[in-house]
């Protein structure tokens, strides 16, 4: 791939480069300026079946599984490789097809990367066990790849989800089909390369994209997919996991987030103040799990809300390109759907005290850095996932309340808390009810620790040494070792 972004990019399928069976492509767009970049390949269900019978003939094959892990492991250190050269590259895809700074964009592919290394170094790791049953018997498990595994990812991080979610598969020894959103899908495209320069058996990684109502459902209701990883909307994965159900697939379902942080009274408030700041304005709020809400103690709210629109006002807004510290909302659609939940949020009583909508005079989508005070637990802003650079703050007098305010949504996915007395952090931690919490820095954690949602936002888990479990399943081999076996009346 040459330094300048492509025209036309291709669909991944049994290792080769293709278009789209019907021919269509889809328009991507520069979110910075709303003018056309490049064009990708359209898949359909036409398309969805080729990349599944690759994918199907590669497992079947048992290329992947009967490989030495370890050398299943180096083989993904070579992804890892080709994924680090490539990084300038993705860089530039990410920042034009996706908004982000240059920097952003590098640190994703880095960060991709580093699920190829992460996982490559687990996939000689992961073992079985063996369960005594005396000496007649020799009884053990062995993790078994589920077989084909369909992959779908949000516009959001679509590299570092899809390396996440891919690199777990080929630890496990499952074949992948994976569908790029089609609002970002450029960067997914160079796992396909890295891996086509590393070597990757043919069929083993397939990498299409087309839209979701049409490519999506045609991957998620496949009949010879065996398990299912989506990242997205909580709508989105509602219908996905309508069509598992009929085939009882395993799902891990990563989804959406309306995250809580609570200032304790003792807190550092400045430490509070710039992780709040990074937790809802780190790529213009397009996060799963932006800290959406702040919940401060009733008397030192204006100090806070006045410090936090003072970190707001000093934020430059423009293309990530530029090196910008808001960058553009991925469409026009997504920034009208987040203006309107501003406007809402002004009439049920919040105070935008900075900010509080679409910036209509720049070219791009583009939305102010907004906080808004006077909000209540029960205003749809406080309850329904933004998506957007848009802070809710709400108050609390005791600290059960604010336990209970942060607990208060259908989500469950991050939450957090800032005090500088470890048992007021472990008292909290003990309650709040989410996949991971952040204390005294939001977005505490890596790529080696577990993510994931409770309630509403999903359940499996996605990175750390958790996430290969899900990509397994135990299969128990009970062996009579001596004479005299022949069954277990009743047993
Ligand atoms: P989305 O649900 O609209 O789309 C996600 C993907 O699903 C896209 O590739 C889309 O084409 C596809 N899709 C849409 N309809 C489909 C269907 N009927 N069948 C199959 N596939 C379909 O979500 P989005 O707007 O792209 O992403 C934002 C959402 O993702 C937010 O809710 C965010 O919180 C969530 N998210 C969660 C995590 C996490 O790890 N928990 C990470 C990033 C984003």
């Known amino acids: 791939m040459s ?25 991507i767009e520069n979110p910075a300026t709303g003018l056309q970049i490049a064009e990708i390949a359209r898949a359909t269900q036409e398309d969805i079946d080729l990349a599944v019978t690759a994918a199907r003939t590669c497992f079947n ?82 993790p078994s790849p589920f077989g084909v595994s369909a992959q779908i990812v949000p516009w959001n991080f679509p590299l570092q989800i899809a390396a996440r979610s891919v690199a777990c598969a080929l630890a496990t020894a499952n074949t992948v089909v994976l569908k790029s959103p089609e609002l970002s899908p450029l960067s997914t495209y160079f796992i396909a390369e890295a891996c086509h320069r590393a070597g990757v058996p043919a069929g083993a990684v397939n990498i299409v994209s087309g839209y979701g109502h049409d490519c999506g459902a045609s991957l998620v209701s496949h009949p010879d ?26 799902c891990i379902m990563e989804l959406g987030g309306k995250s809580a942080g609570i200032v304790f009274p003792d807190a550092n408030i400045d430490q509070a103040i710039n992780s709040t700041a990074s937790g ?19 008397s ?29 909302v991925i469409s026009g659609q997504q920034a ?38 006077n909000v209540t637990p029960s205003m749809t802003i406080a309850q329904e996932e933004v998506f957007g650079p848009v802070l809710s703050v709400l108050t609390y007098d005791d600290p059960e309340e604010a336990i209970a305010i942060a607990n208060g949504t259908d989500y469950g996915l991050c939450a957090g808390l800032y005090t500088k007395d470890l048992s007021t952090a472990h008292w909290a931690a003990d309650r709040l009810v989410a996949g991971q919490i952040f204390v ?25 040494q958790e996430a290969l ?13 001596t004479d005299g076996g022949g069954g277990r009346p009743g047993g």
Not at 280 to 296: E, K, P, W
Not at 340 to 358: F, H, L, P, S, W
């Open 3 to 27: 330094q300048e972004l492509k025209k036309y990019w291709k669909n991944y399928i049994g290792g080769n480069w293709v278009d789209g069976v019907n021919g269509d492509r889809i328009s």
């Open 61 to 142: 094959s048992r290329v992947l599984y009967n490989m030495r892990p370890t050398n299943r492991g180096a083989l993904m250190f070579e992804i890892a490789r080709h994924m680090t050269e490539m990084a300038d590259e993705i860089a530039l895809a990410e920042c034009l097809d996706n908004g982000k700074t240059l920097t952003g964009g590098k640190n994703e592919a880095l960060a991709a990367a580093r699920y190829f290394t992460y996982y490559g170094g687990l996939a000689d790791k992961l073992e079985g066990r063996m369960i005594p049953l005396g000496s007649d018997y020799l009884d053990y498990t062995i």
């Open 225 to 250: 997919i065996d398990h299912i990883v989506f990242t997205g909307s909580l709508k989105t994965g509602q219908s996905i996991l309508h069509a598992a159900a009929e085939r009882v697939l395993p």
């Open 280 to 298: 809802i304005f780190t790529h213009a709020g397009q996060v799963c799990s932006a800290q959406s809400r702040l919940i401060v103690p009733a």
């Open 300 to 328: 030192l709210r204006d100090q806070i809300v006045e410090k936090l629109a003072q970190k707001a006002a000093g934020l430059t807004i423009g293309a990530g390109i530029d090196g910008h510290d808001i960058t553009p």
């Open 336 to 373: 009208e759907k987040i203006d309107a939940m501003c406007k809402e949020a002004i009439q049920d009583g919040a105070e935008a005290v900075t900010g509080g909508g679409r910036i209509e005079e720049m070219n791009g989508h583009f939305i102010k850095p907004t906080i808004f005070s």
């Open 440 to 464: 005294n820095e939001w977005f505490a954690g890596g790529i080696e620790t577990p993510f994931g949602g409770t309630k509403r936002s999903g359940y499996g888990r996605e990175k750390g």
């Open 469 to 481: 479990l899900n990509y397994v399943q135990t299969k128990n081999v009970g062996i009579r070792i």
